[in-house]
Each structure stands twice: as C-alpha cells, then as structure tokens.
C-alpha cells in the first residue's frame, strides 16, 4: 500500500498515465485503420461505419460521464470506462458480422471516452490555470506517438495475422492502462463534490451553455477542430487523388502535422509561464489565420503545387499546439468545480465537429480542394473571431488582470 502511495505522489507517473488514457481514442481508431479493407472482405461493406458508430458513441456518453465524475469523483469513472473499454475491445474482437462490430465499437466508445475526458478534469482539479496549460501541453507531446505508429502497428498485424488480432492486441494495452488508473490520486475531493445528486447535475449542462465566459473558450477549441477534422477528411482526396501523391507516402505527410503540435507544445510550455492564456490564444489564432491564408494562396496560384498545400497544412495543424491547450485549460478554469461535466461537454462538441465537417465536405464536394480550403476558412475565422473577442468578468472571478501580472512558474 505504501508503495501505490508513493506512485500516486509522483507527478510523472500521474502525467504519464493521463497521457496514456488521452491517447485511448487514437489506439482505438488509427490502429485498426490498415485492416479497414480486410474487414471489409470478410464481414461486408460498411466497415467504415464503425469509425461513425465509434464517434457517436465517444461524442454522447461522455454527457453521461461528466456529471457522473462531479458527484462521486474521478477514480470510479476512470475504472468502469477502462472496464466497458475492454469488453467492447473483446466483443470486436470476436465480432462475426458487419452489425455486431459497430455495436460493439460504440460499446466500446463508452468506455474509451472517460480517459481523454477525466485527464482534462484532473488536469484542472489539481494545477493552477497557467500550469494546467502546461501540462496540457506536456500530455500532447507524449501522446503524440499514438495516432504515428498506431496505423503502421496495425499493418504489420494485419501482415501476419487476422484483422481479429489488433483488437486483441488493444484489449491487452486497455487492461495495462486500466491497471495504471489505480495508480492515479483522486484529485476531487468529498467536499468539493457535487452534493445535488447526479439527476441534478446534468442542470449543470444549461449553467455552462448560458455562461459565455465558459463557451468562448470551448467554442474556441470546437471550431479550430471542427477546421482540423475538414483537412483530417478532405487531405487524403486532395494530396492521393488531386495531386497524384502516392498512398505509401500519407502516413508520413500525416506524421508532419502530428509533429507540428508537438513542436508548438513544447513552445506553449515555454511561454505559459509568462503570457496569459488570451495572449497566447490570440497571438496563436493570428498564426492560424495566416497559415489559412498561405492554403488559399497557394490552391488558388498552384505556385508550388501540393508542396505548397503541404506546408499549409501542416502551419495550420500546429497551431493546435497552443490553441488546444490554453483554450481547454482557460474553459476549464472558468467551469472550477464543474469541471468534469465542462470537460465532457468540451470533448463532446470537440468530436462532434468532426461530423460537421464530413457533412460539410461530403455536400460541396466538386472534384477540388476548395471544399476543404473553404470549409477550413469559415472555421478558423470563427476561432480567432471568438479568441479576440472580450471574456465577460463573473463576480464568482478573480481579478484577471492581477492574475495575468503574477509570474506563475511551471512545476516540472
């Protein structure tokens, strides 16, 4: 017991364990990506459903779970998910027909949804505002791994075995991450706990969605993805089928996004300590606008061709490095106490905007990169938009201003 003590003490275990369950959503859908067509074979059409179902499923039950982890705390959340995480992980596993895996992946999704959710929780239950930031940012750099090597992981089990096999391989990481969670303190306290009961705390929905100091910071994050999900769908189009790059070679175009944010991550860390979070959102969302305008330019000049597109995209998906982390942690901070129901709320529009965006691309498609561009254009616009304009100051806030002149020092 004093051994489990002293790793709950321990801040890189707790970070590292977060960063592990924030990158359950990547190791649920990148790694079996490879094996799409061989499902596809063996059950029927419609493999691609279970990514939707998947992202459903991720999208609704983390409602359920954030209220939940308000009223009875953080730890008990984590080990049911990790629990329903690893049956629907099996039931995949053992799926027969096309029907029976999307059931299961949203089965699945229930689980899988509580870790990413709970971290950004705990984040905020235990650092400060500019810390939170940080660490934010620090759980990006590690996780980032995942959605590189998940797809190649995945295609080398699908060489050599049946497609059955990367979902048994994803059991066996769900049950390793779900031992690490035992590992985690319980950052919510009895007495900071909602005392209402849960029925009630699902009201707490509608305080957050009437409180725009809250929502300009989550809406942020939703509209930046929502442009992020247009480039995710529409890239694979315009880089394979517009400009004839070769499929081999979107996994490593793929990887340089991936390796932007983890580059303006580590930046973000350095400068949390010394700017406030709308310093940052801002100064970062104008890079974002920039990045945007370079993609327009460069499809409508074709002046270096995809090469142009290429480094557009990947300037755009950086910026995420900083937006994602200081808009997150300033929504969190406004929500205190709530914070496990605002973090469901954040990550259920987070991935909801990924269907906007689908929709979106799949209604003006016309045989052009424009859709995306275009679509990528309102978005950002609506990001920056909402980062520039003014944070209503609450009774219930501290004097912002006197906080963003106190020099708070990151904690390693």
Known sequence: MEFVNK??????????????LMAVNSLSTDVYLPALPAMTEM???????????????????????GPISDSIGRIKPLIMGSVLFVIGTI???TADTMTELVIWQIFQAIGACVGPMLS?????DRYSLAEAADKLSLITMLMAGAPIVGPSIGGLIVEFASWHMIFWAVA??????????????????????????????????????ADWAFMKYTLCVA????????????????????????????????????IGVVIMSSVNRALVARYTMDTLLRASTLGTMAAVLLLVFMTYTNVWGVYGVILS???????????????????????GDKAGTAAALIGSLQYGSGIVSSVA??????????????????????????AWSKTPVRETDENDEEADDDNMCTQE
């Open 223 to 258: 509209f930046f993805y929502m442009g992020a999900y247009a480039i995710i769908a529409g890239t694979p189009y315009v880089y394979i089928t517009y400009y004839g790059i070769p499929e081999r070679y979107f996994g490593a175009l793929f990887a340089m996004n991936v």
């Open 7 to 20: 790793m709950r003490n321990n801040s890189f275990i707790f970070l590292s364990v977060l960063a592990s």
């Open 91 to 93: 039931g995949c596993a």
């Open 172 to 209: 066996v990481v769900g049950v390793l991450i779900g031992i690490g969670t035992f590992f985690l303190p319980e950052t919510l306290p009895e007495e900071r706990r909602n005392k209402a009961g849960i029925k009630k705390a699902f009201k707490i929905y509608g305080e957050l969605f």
């Open 120 to 124: 950004r929780a705990m984040i905020r």
């Open 43 to 65: 059950l029927g059409p419609g493999a691609e459903l279970t990514i939707s179902g998947y992202l459903f499923g991720f999208m609704i039950a983390q409602l359920v779970w």
């Open 361 to 386: 691309l799949a209604l003006f498609f016309n045989n052009t990169p424009w859709p995306m561009v275009g679509t990528v254009v309102v978005c950002m616009a609506i990001c920056a938009w909402l």
């Open 313 to 335: 995209v990947v300037l755009i998906f950086a910026t995420n490095g900083i937006i994602s982390a200081c808009a997150t942690a300033a929504a969190l901070d406004k929500a």
